[in-house]
Every structure is written in structure tokens, then in C-alpha cells.
């Protein structure tokens, strides 16, 4: 239903800075919400930002005020910037569209990109 594409990833020095990238298919605005997760080798995946249809913004503790999620609905496409890149940020980053449907049920969909590796490293 929803096709997702990350991009962006890449190796970067431990202080600087990449910008991933999400494209959806589908309008984002009909998406309740999107989100970025990480995984890192030998760990589970964990939750990085939100962002839902109406613009509300949640982030994971651990990257609070270096990390930003936005959005451009025009582009159906959301964003995470990432700053003071830390070497425990290296994982593989994916982008998830969580969609909830109400009709004679309500019903769940969640979509996932392919994932993008972010390596930080000296």
C-alpha cells in the first residue's frame, strides 16, 4: 500500500552531521504518523523521532536536541537531520509509516523502507 524509500546514509566522523531522507508513495498527510528507527549490530530496534499528520513531534531520549525530524508534504517526503553524530548513533536506520484505518473495523498497517547504514567512525 505504502512504499517508503530511505536515503542519505553514509560514514561520517564522530561531530558531524548527515540528513536522511524518506520518500512515501502516498501522501504523508494521510499517514498517522511517521517515524525513524535505528538498529545497531546485536541490538533491537529502537525508536528515534515521530512526526504524525498534524505536525506533533516526539524524539527518543538519547538523541534529543541533536536530531530534528521534519516534513515536506508537497515532496512526500520526511526528513532527519542529524548533528553531533556520536559513534553509538552508527546503526541502520529505518523509516516506518504507521497508517490507521477506521471502517467496520479499525485496522493497523505499518510500512517500512529498506533501511539505510549510518556508520560514525574516526
Known amino acids: 500500500q505504502v512504499q517508503l524509500m530511505e536515503s542519505g546514509g553514509g560514514l561520517v566522523q564522530p561531530g558531524g552531521s548527515l540528513r536522511l531522507s524518506c520518500a512515501a508513495s502516498?501522501?504523508?498527510?494521510?499517514?498517522?504518523?511517521m517515524a525513524w528507527y535505528r538498529q545497531a549490530p546485536g541490538k533491537e530496534r529502537d525508536l528515534v523521532a515521530t512526526?504524525?499528520?498534524?505536525?506533533?513531534?516526539n524524539y527518543a531520549d538519547s538523541v534529543k536536541g541533536r536530531f530534528t525530524i521534519s516534513r515536506d508534504t508537497a515532496k512526500n517526503t520526511v526528513y532527519l537531520q542529524m548533528g553531533s553524530l556520536k559513534p553509538e548513533d552508527t546503526a541502520v536506520y529505518y523509516c516506518?509509516?504507521?497508517?490507521?484505518?477506521?471502517?467496520?473495523?479499525?485496522?493497523?498497517?505499518?510500512?517500512w523502507g529498506q533501511g539505510t547504514q549510518v556508520t560514525v567512525s574516526s
Open positions: 502516498t501522501s504523508i498527510s494521510s499517514i498517522n504518523y
Open positions: 516506518n509509516a504507521h497508517i490507521i484505518v477506521v471502517s467496520t473495523a479499525v485496522k493497523e498497517y505499518d510500512y
Open positions: 512526526i504524525t499528520y498534524d505536525g506533533s513531534i
